[in-house]
């Protein structure tokens, strides 16, 4: 019989009340609490997710009137980006077939009406990117577009307000369907937007397959209670059978054999019990007679071809096609997973004569529009109401498999020339060159064996996904892109390889970055372009500043800053004299750190650069604090935060305040400090960067320490310690668990504090940060020291001690040195009154290091005085313990866990690795 006469019944909704009611639970909640709630809905292919969530949906209207939904679909080429882009789309009703004027204009009526006239063109710039539209610059979008990490976090934020704020009119839910179908970055991409929802009734919903959360382990987890896990189960037996009489409605009483047959293949699976029916009337186990009447032939069972998975359905399914069928879908499944009639027409055109003269005749649109028709009744493809290409009409595949399936009937040969064919074409239909439609050109260029036409169309793409912070994608497309490229176009390599080397540091792989930074060295050297010589060798000495290798960095850096002066790059020299300036400053030496960056502001204040020049003042505040001048430190922080905050820097703020802060706490003022740093814990959060988040979190607990509230310390504390493991940052997860240790032990638990202070010093081991491991022993030698010196423990505390002491004598930090000699002496006094103790030298030693501690201490005091400068805190105590705490003054981050510079601002713009706060004293 005909394909096209098949009369399956249109099945109900079968089963899947619970799941129902849970979904309709969940947005009750939401609307409830005005407040987000997360649903996850994880099902195996053809288990029916999908109707699920359309049936759910309409359910959800009748239920909760005024609900407005916006689903967008991830595809295999557009990735998550592209099903965001049509949720916004969705949400302002913009049709494909409009120009990018209309469609633009309808944006900013409707931002404007959402917002007022509150930012409303920062807001607009971030939208219209998300949705391709081009919008007027700002200030603050030309800020962040310098900085590609800081832009992608504000551009998450701005989708999350957008709809928070429209979630205050009526509830709205997002569905997010086909999750499994993005790539890693993107499923991490989705499940930060997520986490950072705050405020409104809204829902999202997520629809996947169970393989997303090997691509993203953590998304439950970072989601907690807000989300609402649906598994979705076979159907079962009495409810498939309910599905295959639905689906046998046009005979009347079928037999109960046919009922059983398709149920017990069917396996609970929709999707595999509906091909399985469908089989039925193909292979005329059922035939249909002109009267509408059935002819049921039973003996014919026995011998059709019944699939036993889903993959055996799909396979029947496409044999069923006939040949014109056949060949329709299969160069629509070359096109991708969404396709175009004008993509069909040019490959049904690919082969033939042309036409003497250009007329109507021979167009195919209308019989493949006729094709198609027929396929949409069959449910292979669905029509979608808007094309990107406009003009032309819009077509996706229902079933992935399906077209997976077509795509390895296509002899490779035949696929090559057609993906060529393709990808011109696409070339004139695509204007607006958005990343989702580089990877398109991308891809039909290099299996259209176009090589440099392929890798400029991937390194573009990647180009944007570095500037959305979609690292993980743009590493490997600037990788596919320089393979592509071999040895042609010099400059787009130099280009590639200076930005991916960039990305490769920003996610902590310094040895891959470095290979990168020295192919981009060779390459300027061949052809004598020093100022691309200078930036790539100081790329290098920031790696290696960042690793402690001060020397090399220092090598290096001065190296680029030679290249720059040759080649008059005014702006490189400003870079590089900061650079140097905090290599100085790492290594303690304050006074050349100064003249440096004193060198580095005039520069840059010369050239109007009021983003450099706030930079250089964040930087010059850090060396006077380090060196106790906190006036001079409060002013210059002070001018860069105004700076920052006038340029809507806010990235920038978020380090400034927390500089702030850190300058707050070495004066005494630890309420001051907590303000500070909660002001930039806000911002951090507005703008969705986790790891400044952590930072400030840690700041937050560690104030909380000193200001003697040990229990919510260590609240604070256990949370930073979750998120830094989210993060992989070892340094930070370090610092949060001495921390922990430190709260531990004030409240009286010297096993918990001793088991986290041992887990830091691990760590502090494995990331070799000599500073951070001196403070780090110290602690835990404080600690042990509870036990008494004739003890094992009092024993490793002074061996503890001692290295310490050796370590910060070595690295020049007078003032730690002056700290830990104190705690020493104290130690030492102790155990002079042991037992068996050498008492008159034990008691030598110690008058000796208190001492040397008082003359560090004095020194610092009187510079301090000598400059009319406010007293610095030298010697807070904790409560309770009976010598004093004094490793929160750290070289790295006086008083406070982490300091300063832990959030680097180099010029870069890549966040740091670490704390990068150098050995200090007075």
């Known amino acids: 019989?005909?394909?096209?006469?098949?009369?399956?019944?249109?099945?109900?909704?079968?089963?899947?009340?619970?799941?129902?009611?849970?979904?309709?639970?969940?947005?009750?909640?939401?609307?409830?609490?005005?407040?987000?709630?997360?649903?996850?809905?994880?099902?195996?292919?053809?288990?029916?997710?999908?109707?699920?969530?359309?049936?759910?949906?309409?359910?959800?209207?009748?239920?909760?009137?005024?609900?407005?939904?916006?689903?967008?679909?991830?595809?295999?080429?557009?990735?998550?980006?592209?099903?965001?882009a049509r949720i916004l789309r969705a949400r302002f009703g913009l049709s494909e077939n409009a120009d990018a004027h209309t469609q633009a204009n309808e944006v900013a009526a409707q931002v404007m009406d959402l917002f007022g006239d509150r930012r409303v063109d920062e807001i607009l710039h971030f939208v219209g990117a998300w949705l391709g539209l081009r919008f007027g610059s700002t200030v603050l979008a030309e800020a962040f577009a310098e900085h590609s990490p800081a832009y992608a976090q504000v551009s998450r934020a701005v989708f999350r307000r957008l709809f928070e704020v429209d979630a205050q009119r009526s509830p709205v839910m997002l569905v997010i369907e086909d999750a499994h179908l993005a790539s890693h970055e993107g499923a991490q991409l989705l499940m930060e937007l997520l986490e950072g929802f705050s405020k409104g009734p809204l829902v999202v919903l997520v629809s996947t397959r169970p393989e997303f959360f090997t691509q993203c382990p953590g998304f439950s987890r970072a989601l907690g209670e807000r989300n609402l896990q649906v598994d979705l189960a076979p159907l079962s037996t009495g409810e498939s059978q309910v599905l295959a009489r639905a689906l046998l409605s046009a005979i009347e009483n079928p037999p109960q054999e046919l009922i059983d047959t398709a149920v017990e293949l069917g396996g609970g699976n929709p999707m595999l019990l509906e091909h399985i029916v469908r089989l039925y009337f193909l292979q005329e186990v059922i035939a249909m007679e002109p009267d509408g009447m059935a002819t049921i032939d039973l003996d014919r069972l026995e011998h059709i071809s019944l699939p036993m998975s889903v993959e055996d359905a799909v396979r029947t399914r496409l044999a069923a096609l006939s040949p014109p069928e056949r060949e329709l879908l299969q160069g629509a499944a070359l096109v991708g997973s969404v396709f175009w009639i004008g993509s069909l027409v040019v490959l049904g055109r690919t082969g033939r004569e042309a036409p003497a003269v250009w007329g109507g005749a021979e167009d195919l649109a209308p019989h493949f529009r006729d094709l198609l028709h027929g396929l949409e009744s069959k449910d292979y493809v669905l029509r979608m109401p808007d094309s990107a290409i406009p003009g032309d009409e819009e077509y996706i595949f229902k079933h992935n498999l399906e077209r997976e399936r077509l795509l390895e009937l296509v002899p490779s040969e035949q696929a090559t020339a057609l993906h060529l064919v393709l990808a011109e074409w696409l070339e004139f239909q695509l204007t607006e060159r958005n990343e989702e439609q580089l990877d398109l050109l991308a891809r039909h260029y290099e299996q259209g064996h176009r090589p440099l036409r392929a890798a400029r169309c991937y390194l573009q793409s990647a180009d944007r996904a570095r500037a959305r912070y979609a690292n993980q994608k743009a590493v490997d497309h600037y990788r596919k892109g320089l393979e592509l490229l071999g040895e042609h176009d010099v400059g787009l390599r130099l280009d590639a390889t200076h930005h991916l080397g960039d990305v490769l540091t920003l996610l902590g792989r310094s040895e891959e970055g470095l290979g990168q930074f020295r192919a981009m060295l060779a390459l300027a050297w061949r052809l004598d372009l020093r100022g691309k010589g200078g930036a790539a060798h100081n790329r290098i000495g920031r790696v290696f500043r960042e690793s402690g290798n001060l020397d090399e960095a220092m090598r290096h850096l001065g190296t680029?800053?030679?290249?720059?002066?040759?080649?008059?790059?005014?702006?490189?020299?400003?870079?590089?004299?900061?650079?140097?300036?905090?290599?100085?400053?790492?290594?303690?030496?304050?006074?050349?750190?100064?003249?440096?960056?004193?060198?580095?502001?005039?520069?840059?204040?010369?050239?109007?650069?009021?983003?450099?020049?706030?930079?250089?003042?964040?930087?010059?505040?850090?060396?006077?604090?380090?060196?106790?001048?906190?006036?001079?430190?409060?002013?210059?922080?002070?001018?860069?935060?105004?700076?920052?905050?006038?340029?809507?820097?806010?990235?920038?703020?978020?380090?400034?305040?927390?500089?702030?802060?850190?300058?707050?706490?070495?004066?005494?003022?630890?309420?001051?400090?907590?303000?500070?740093?909660?002001?930039?814990?806000?911002?951090?959060?507005?703008?969705g960067d986790r790891r400044r988040q952590a930072v400030l979190l840690l700041n937050i607990g560690e104030s909380q320490y000193r200001t003697r509230r040990s229990d919510e310390a260590v609240k604070i504390l256990s949370e930073v310690e979750t998120l830094c493991l989210e993060l992989g940052d070892r340094l930070l997860l370090a610092e949060a668990r001495r921390g922990l240790g430190k709260a531990h032990y004030l409240s009286g638990n010297i096993t918990l504090a001793l088991n986290y202070l041992e887990r830091a010093l691990e760590l502090f081991e494995q990331v070799k940060s000599q500073v951070h491991l001196g403070v780090a022993r110290r602690s835990l030698a404080e600690v042990l020291s509870a036990h008494g010196p004739e003890t094992d423990e009092g024993r490793r505390a002074e061996k503890l001690f001692r290295q310490a002491l050796a370590a910060f004598s070595d690295l020049g930090a007078e003032l730690e040195y002056a700290r830990t000699a104190r705690t020493l002496a104290e130690y030492l006094g102790a155990a002079a009154e042991a037992p068996g103790a050498d008492r008159a030298a034990l008691e030598v030693e110690a008058t000796q290091l208190r001492t040397s501690s008082e003359e560090i201490l004095g020194r610092a005091r009187r510079a301090q005085e000598t400059r009319d400068e406010p007293s610095m805190d030298l010697s807070w105590t904790d409560p309770g313990i009976r010598r004093p705490e004094l490793d929160l003054k750290m070289p790295v981050e006086p008083s406070v866990i982490v300091g300063p510079d832990a959030l680097d601002d180099t010029e870069d713009l890549t966040p740091p690795d670490g704390v990068k706060r150098p050995p200090g004293g007075v």
């Open 1 to 84: 019989m005909q394909n096209d006469t098949v009369p399956l019944g249109r099945a109900p909704m079968i089963g899947r009340v619970a799941e129902r009611d849970a979904l309709a639970a969940v947005v009750a909640e939401a609307v409830r609490a005005a407040a987000p709630r997360f649903i996850t809905l994880v099902g195996t292919a053809g288990v029916g997710r999908s109707r699920l969530v359309s049936e759910g949906i309409a359910d959800l209207r009748e239920r909760c009137p005024g609900l407005r939904v916006f689903r967008g679909a991830v595809r295999e080429e557009a990735g998550l980006q592209g099903a965001l």
């Open 560 to 687: 680029g800053l030679a290249l720059f002066e040759s080649a008059g790059d005014e702006r490189g020299i400003g870079s590089s004299y900061d650079d140097i300036g905090k290599v100085h400053w790492m290594k303690g030496a304050y006074e050349m750190a100064q003249r440096f960056l004193l060198d580095g502001l005039a520069r840059r204040e010369a050239l109007n650069d009021e983003r450099g020049v706030a930079l250089s003042l964040n930087n010059l505040g850090l060396v006077y604090q380090e060196t106790g001048q906190y006036r001079a430190a409060l002013d210059a922080l002070t001018r860069a935060l105004e700076l920052r905050r006038a340029v809507g820097d806010l990235p920038g703020m978020v380090i400034t305040l927390n500089n702030l802060g850190t300058l707050q706490q070495d004066r005494g003022d630890d309420e001051a400090a907590l303000g500070l740093f909660r002001q930039g814990l806000e911002v951090a959060r507005e703008i």
